[in-house]
């Protein structure tokens, strides 16, 4: 039988074939990745002693009881191994996958992201809907508070922005808040990455499903998750794990003292990626972890240059040296009066309307349209209750 889904097929050509007794080729290396991911729930200690004992994935899936003795595995693992269970969940999973139009990459196919690849607990999988090209392309991390403070909100959308208007990727988890934030940044420049902690088809948080169809539709969403899967608390520390590996640096705009940035900042330090954080005032709840990451020798970060100054070489000199083009167009775009009013606008505060007037002078009606063709611009932002923020 042939197995055909997006990014990847069974191909006969492939060393000979073995069929157990419901027909499944199990020389599909994809498929058997997936059954051992499946099976297993991701690469977990059992997991890798089994990949461990043999040669290769598919010799897992021709072997006999036997060859799992001192593996210390569960009795109904080996079970849905040598008898087929495991393939034929594998199996049906992959229909469900083509029949949404997902990619499924796992630990050897081409596609898979390098960097990642390199951490001690890769996935075994990853399930992508997208551009799966956009993986393969340098990245950054950012990510930061649920409940940010608007100059939090203002840095996290720069950065993201700058850095992704110079050729790099940023990774994110699609969370409420900052993360947020750097996914739109990102995507007025460039591209991004939301990496979940559910399946494919659960999208969460409910309030992010356009964003997150946005992603889809100019970069990627990836997940280890199988379909199905909900958004269980226990899965968001595992993903973590994800979102650092796939970066080559780590960016905290706010954090608490108790925050999943912070797991996720330990997570990078221990896969060897420069961890950088965004200073905040020390009066602020949401300022202790970044903070802190500082004071513990994270590298200090108020602009995307000081992000590029951290990164390894020869991702380091690209990107210093890449100019952000659609920058210098909305410079050069602005009016004499929007230059006027962007000047009066905080990166740290939303302003009201009536405050606006009373500065400029301008009527309500004037700001209304200078604002709309700011906010056009990508210069200015629109928060509830008609109040405006200046996008760094």
């Not at 808040?177 to 088809?201: E, M, P, Q, Y």
């Not at 659960?202 to 946005?214: D, I, T």
């Not at 909305?330 to 962007?342: C, F, G, K, T």
């Amino acid at each position: 039988m042939n197995i055909n889904y997006r990014g990847a097929a069974w191909d006969k050509r492939r060393a000979p074939v073995v069929f157990l007794s419901r027909g499944i080729p199990v020389d599909d290396r994809d498929l058997c990745w997936l059954a051992l991911h499946l099976l297993f729930h991701g690469p977990s200690a059992a997991a890798r002693r089994v990949v461990g004992r043999f040669s290769a994935v598919t010799d897992i899936f021709c072997a006999a009881r036997a060859d799992f003795e001192g593996l210390r595995l569960d009795g109904a693992a080996v079970e849905a191994i040598v008898s087929g269970p495991a393939l034929d969940r594998a199996r049906r999973e992959l229909e469900k996958i083509g029949r949404k139009g997902y990619t499924l990459l796992t630990l050897e196919h081409p596609g898979y992201p390098g960097y990642l690849r390199e951490i001690f607990d890769p996935p075994f999988v990853l399930y992508c809907e997208g551009d799966t090209e956009t993986l393969r392309n340098p990245a950054v991390a950012v990510v930061g508070a649920r409940r940010p403070t608007p100059y939090g909100q203002a840095v996290a959308e720069k950065l993201a922005g700058d850095l992704a208007g110079r050729g790099c990727v940023i990774a994110s988890g699609l969370a409420a808040g900052i993360d947020a934030c750097a996914h739109r940044g990102a995507l007025r420049k460039g591209r991004t990455v939301a990496v979940l902690g559910s399946g494919l088809d659960v999208p969460y948080p409910w309030e992010n499903r356009g964003l997150h169809r946005e992603i889809a539709g100019r970069g990627a969403v990836v997940t280890e998750f199988a379909l199905g899967t909900p958004p269980l608390a226990e899965n968001f520390p595992v993903r973590n794990r994800i979102i650092s590996g796939l970066a080559l640096g780590l960016v905290v705009v706010e954090a608490a003292r108790k925050s999943g940035s912070l797991i996720t900042a330990k997570l990078a330090l221990s896969q060897d990626r420069e961890v950088m954080a965004v200073p905040g005032n020390v009066t602020s709840e949401l300022s202790v972890g970044p903070n802190g990451l500082i004071r513990d020798g994270a590298r200090p970060v108020a602009s995307w240059e000081d992000v590029a100054e951290g990164l390894p070489s020869p991702w380091r000199e690209n990107l210093l040296a890449r100019q952000d083009e659609k920058e210098e167009n909305i410079e050069a775009s602005l009016s004499r009066d929007e230059r006027r009013l962007l000047g009066e606008l905080a990166v740290d505060a939303a302003l009201p309307i009536d405050e606006l007037a009373e500065r400029t002078g301008f009527s309500v009606s004037s700001l209304l349209a200078l604002l709309l063709g700011l906010e056009l611009k990508g210069a200015v932002v629109q928060h509830p209750g008609k109040e405006f923020q200046r996008r760094m």
